[in-house]
């Protein structure tokens, strides 16, 4: 029995499909169960309908027409998932298929709660003076409207290039060993080279890089950048080819949440499109799930 549980937010798309090839090789890297979790958005229906107030025609054409729409996409994605858990199978690795009807984003949200990592593709979306509706905005946004509430660390996949290395972001300010522990547990068993990219202004970078030294075996290299006076500090931190996993800490701001060096994770990510990111919540966020599940096991016994 798997002691880790990933959820994949799957679709249609190609991108899904990246997702759940990465998918696939963590779990059998990390002998991890793996929950595909495919959404029918009953909302996005109605949207789609454009279903109002009763006006010419009553509401009884729409209901039919939801109805129909609803049950094919509740069609649509059990062939998915058992298309997932076929191909799961052939790699031998334990699955869970689950359809869920309701708000895409609440759903994916509530269930990661369950879960000690989080997988969703992602697709490029080149910007546009042209307002897009709303089920499109859900449909091309999640993995950047889950960044900033997912209570688990969040993998977001542009595409299934094979990592050559894993990079983790830290800055002076927010470093905090639990975070740097985690990205240890996650890439160790990987097998690929692995880096601490230290950032931080010049006072109180010597202090971090030490710190960082002192806890990480002597196979990761560690990384430094003096933050001066009008440097970006992430634009020689995020400095990586697209077969690169970079592993960003995240923290709480009034603002919403933000990474290490204080970008907006949403901001953050549009700057990155064709890079694999691994996002870690603050570190209270993780504390908060824990105890939470050591309360729900207590009960349980």
Known sequence: MSTQSFLLALDGSKESLAAANIAWKLAQAQDAKLVALSVVDNQAIWDLLGAGLPGFIGSGPYIAAYETIQKALLSVSETLLNAFESRSQTNQIETECIINEGDLLRQVFER?????????????????????????????SLS?????????????????????????????????????LRFL????PLKIPREVFCTGPEDNIAALVQKVTDLVPPDVTV????????????????????????????????????TCSGVLVEAFLTTMPQVSVLLLPPAETLEEIELEK????????
């Open 294 to 301: 050591k309360k729900v096991a207590s009960r349980a016994k």
């Open 185 to 188: 547990t996650f890439t160790e």
């Open 223 to 258: 990384l430094r950048h003096d933050v001066t006076e009008g440097d970006e500090p992430f634009a020689a931190a995020v400095d990586v080819s697209a077969t690169t996993l970079l592993v960003v800490s995240t923290r709480q701001s009034l603002e919403g949440r933000e």
């Open 144 to 180: 950047k409207r889950l960044a900033e509430i997912c209570p688990c660390p969040l993998l977001i996949v542009p595409s299934e290039k094979i990592w050559d290395k894993a990079r983790l972001i830290l800055g002076d300010v927010t470093f905090n060993a639990d975070t740097l």
């Open 112 to 140: 990661s709660k369950e879960h000690n990592l989080v997988i969703t593709g992602r697709r490029y979306i080149h910007p546009s003076p042209v307002i897009q509706d709303r089920h499109s905005f859900i449909r091309t």
